[in-house]
């Protein structure tokens, strides 16, 4: 076989995603809030961009706008395109707050850690220096729920002391307030806070002792029959340890941040209407700055890096601009749509949520799926119903009797009313709920019932019992 170099020509098509798509996909993307932060970012990093209050906008810009589009079809930029309607379409933030006003934020004291608080009462603690130096050692191997995460014997060999101290040391922090702190397992744990908490329980010392897992599942009569008592005294003996936490830990400062929803898009009835509002349309535009229009109109001249530096951050700033007022079009027409889908459950709440797909409103808009999942990810609606993720609008259902279909949040609600007004002694089964559904034209298996209320976190009718 003979082997040689060749050279042969192809003709190939790709399809290849500019940085400028990139990040118009990604602009589409972000919630009201992580607009702001990239826009504040753009706004160092680019001087041709700038916030211009919304009421400067009209009778000056418009005339600026005409003569743009006339003085800069020397340009390769499609600048004209952009100053054709004579106003600055795009980002509009909140606007800047020069009022000093007091913050009382800097009046609130620092939360305080676990492992601060632990220490601040080792302090206290009237206990041998060797002890409390043991105890700091302890207190750095507990966990965020409250667990000592080393055992006593690594303890022993880390500190090259012995059993006793660090024992000493141990029973000293448990008795430190959160009750349950410094346990080595669950168990440990509860025990405990029952004993700092209730006293002396021995029935319910044996179950999260011996049955703790039987009491989990709801096994009530065979804990009963074994410990020789009656069923209400264990389920009482229950309740009682379900008021213990199993992560005493967890109610001290996590160095996590409050979340704070801020809704990217309102939803107001006017006039028997429902008017949908957008979060960017009030406070301060973004624009580009007088300053470099001017070099625009007259024309880019001087050093070759200049002008191109000058091309490439007014390129970058139109881009921004137009993905920007994009991101604000395609979302108010994917919630108005959504809004004319869901317009009974607007008027009437939950029961009335219907099943909803991206495929329905994606055909509605004229635009992609993917492109409609992007314009709702991450982001909230404030409605006459409370404030939702938009992606709860789109809901799994079943067929009602008549063939309209019923979201699955109005099939949840109708369970949990019919749990809540259950008799304890005798809860619903998941067929009875299946039952009770079908009357109300709800057409469901009860393999679908007990997904729902797994979903929604409630036990089973055998669990739910109450003796």
């Excluded at 000056?60 to 395109?81: K, S, V, Y």
């Excluded at 007091?102 to 305080?112: C, D, I, L, R």
């Excluded at 676990?114 to 603690?125: A, C, I, P, V, Y």
């Excluded at 703790?212 to 008592?229: P, S």
Aim: proline share 4%; hydrophobic share 40%; charged share 30%.
């Amino acid at each position: 076989m003979r082997m040689g170099i060749g050279l042969n020509l192809e003709q190939t098509q790709k399809l290849i995603i500019t940085p400028e798509l990139r990040q118009a996909i990604a602009i589409l993307q972000l919630s009201s809030q992580e607009l702001t932060e990239f826009v504040e970012a753009e706004l160092l990093e680019n001087p041709v961009l700038e916030l211009a209050e919304v009421e400067e906008a009209p009778a000056e810009e418009a005339a600026a706008g005409e003569e743009t589009a006339a003085e800069t079809e020397q340009f390769d930029l499609d600048w004209q395109e952009y100053f054709a309607d004579g106003r600055d379409i795009g980002y509009t933030g909140m606007a800047e707050t020069r009022i000093e006003e007091t913050s009382f934020e800097q009046f609130v004291s620092e939360e305080s850690t676990l492992h601060d608080h632990l220490l601040w009462q080792l302090k206290l603690s009237q206990a041998q220096p060797e002890i409390i130096e043991i105890g700091e050692f302890l207190i750095g191997n507990i966990d965020d729920n409250g667990y000592l995460r080393i055992s006593v014997e690594e303890a022993v060999e880390a500190l090259g002391c012995q059993e006793h101290e660090v024992l000493t040391a141990l029973e000293l922090i448990q008795e430190f307030d959160p009750p349950g702190v410094a346990a080595r397992n669950l168990v440990e744990c509860l025990l405990l806070q029952l004993d700092s908490t209730y006293g002396e329980q021995p029935l319910a010392r044996t179950i999260i002792v011996d049955y703790l897992e039987d009491l989990g599942e709801g096994r009530i009569t065979k804990i009963a029959k074994n410990l020789g008592v009656s069923p209400g005294e264990v389920q009482e003996a229950g309740d009682l340890i379900k008021t213990l936490d199993p992560k005493p830990g967890r109610r001290f400062g996590d160095n996590t941040s409050t979340r704070y929803i801020i809704p990217d898009v309102a939803v107001e009835k006017v006039a028997g209407e429902y008017v949908v509002l957008v979060n960017d349309y009030t406070g301060s535009r973004l624009r580009i700055n007088p300053q470099y229009r001017s070099i625009l109109v007259q024309g880019i001249s001087g050093e070759e890096d200049t002008k191109k530096f000058i091309e490439s951050k007014l390129n970058s700033a139109v881009w921004i601009i137009k993905s920007i007022e994009q991101r604000r079009l395609t979302l108010y027409r994917v919630v108005k749509t959504i809004v004319d889908f869901q317009k009974d459950f607007l008027d009437y709440g939950i029961r009335h949520l219907k099943p909803l797909t991206l495929k329905q409103v994606a055909d509605v808009v004229d635009l992609h799926e993917s492109t409609v999942s992007r314009a709702i990810a991450n982001k909230y609606v404030q409605t006459p119903q409370g404030v939702h993720e938009l992606k709860f609008f789109f809901a799994s259902g079943v067929e009602k009797a008549g063939g309209q279909g019923v979201a699955s949040e109005s099939i949840k609600k109708a369970m949990k009313e019919l749990i809540d007004k259950e008799d304890p002694a005798n809860p619903l089964t998941d067929q009875a709920l299946t039952d009770a559904l079908k009357r109300q034209g709800v057409r469901i298996s009860r393999r679908t019932v007990a997904k729902y209320r797994d979903e929604m976190g409630i036990p089973s009718a055998g669990r739910r019992k109450r003796f």
